[in-house]
């Protein structure tokens, strides 16, 4: 008895998995095979002994409701794609989720699954898995004294203080007494991303503008430099590692850097549930980069205006010095709430 194609489901399964089981009839009603498998051809579905379940398709692809002999692929209103091979054929599953079909002709990739927000755990499970598969780990020393030196898992890079996991908590420590390994001259182990027109730099696994992606660095963030050429710096970015054209980038060295220390407040009070915006530039209508609550800490470089200079949580950027309290008082009174969000 000829049965038909069937396709597992995206429901059950992350990637498509097409067996061939011979060619395509209009039949209907529910049919037990030799293998143990039920064919319920009303509900177009298959079951294998194992309970996996699939789509029961005819040679075309299409549901065995509207047959064709036609062989290839078909692309699927629910984003799947399914193949119609010979009998000589067979469907191969790949590690990475692909598949791959004896002449090695057609390959398809797992549909995408649909984008969420992450919790903050979910978060770094997937940048550790990412640093992990690429076996990019960027090993840093912390100098406590002269002859001692602790290794630390970085949190964020600033060109003055970087947060860190140290004795079992998060800690800000100064930048400069943080060392890795780097083949980058002593003026260019840190960079800032210089990205004004688009808001950021593509990080790439190799020295090509066709390269993989490995991750967005949006506009004044800090990266760590590990190395640079002429066209493309090697950097690290929250633990992951690749590959940013040298013209994206603004270099620094790591030393002792003169600093004020404060946090973001309104007034010069905090009160609960107030943020306010950091900006690429220290000018009304540049790009708004992030939102921080009250009492977050930042560290003050220099005053332009109304304007300070500042690191916060792994950006080098500028805020409103009116937003800014420094040992309890603010840096400067407000007269007005622009960069506020209420």
């Known amino acids: ?35 143990g498998g039920v064919w319920d051809y009303d509900m177009g579905i298959y079951t294998d002994a194992e309970g996996n379940q699939y789509e029961i398709t005819d040679d075309s692809g299409a549901p065995v409701s509207s047959s064709s002999s036609e062989a ?8 799947s794609i399914t193949i119609i091979t010979g009998e000589q054929d067979s469907v191969v599953q790949n590690a990475d989720g692909s598949i ?15 984008s969420k927000p992450l919790t903050y755990e979910e978060w770094q499970a997937r940048i550790d898995a990412i640093a992990d598969k690429n076996g990019r780990v960027t090993e840093t020393f912390y100098r406590k004294s002269q002859n001692e030196m602790i290794p630390v898992t970085v949190i964020y ?7 860190v996991h140290l004795n079992g908590a998060e800690q800000l420590v100064d930048t400069c007494d943080l060392i890795w390994s780097t083949e980058a ?3 260019k182990v840190l960079a800032v991303i210089n990205a004004p027109k688009n808001g950021q730099a593509k990080m790439r696994a190799k020295t090509s503008t066709k390269a993989m992606v490995l991750d967005t660095c949006r506009t004044n963030r800090v990266v760590r ?20 054209q040298t013209a994206s980038l ?5 030393e002792r850097t003169a600093y004020e220390t404060g946090y973001i407040s309104v007034k010069g009070k905090t009160p609960k549930g107030e943020t306010v915006f950091i900006r690429s530039a220290p000018k009304n209508g540049s790009r708004h980069l992030e939102e921080y609550p009250v009492k977050t800490p930042v560290t003050i470089f220099s005053a332009e205006g109304d304007w300070l200079e500042i690191d916060v949580e792994g950006w080098h950027c500028y805020i409103l010095a009116k937003y800014v309290s420094l040992n309890g008082d603010p840096v400067s009174q407000p007269d007005s709430d622009e960069d506020l969000d209420h």
């Open 225 to 244: 430099v590990l190395k640079v050429g002429k066209s493309w710096a090697f950097v690290d970015h929250n633990g992951i590692r690749g590959y940013i």
């Open 100 to 114: 791959t079909v004896d002449s090695e002709t057609i390959q398809v990739l797992p549909k995408e699954e649909e």
């Open 157 to 163: 890079v600033g060109l003055a203080r970087s947060m």
């Open 250 to 254: 603004t270099f620094f060295a790591n």
């Open 72 to 79: 290839g692929t078909r692309q699927n209103a629910d984003g």
């Open 185 to 187: 001259p002593e003026d």
């Open 1 to 35: 008895m000829k049965k038909g194609f069937i396709r597992r489901c995206w429901s059950l399964a992350a990637a498509l998995c097409l067996l061939q089981l011979g060619g395509a009839g209009a039949e209907t009603g529910v049919v037990h095979d030799e293998d």
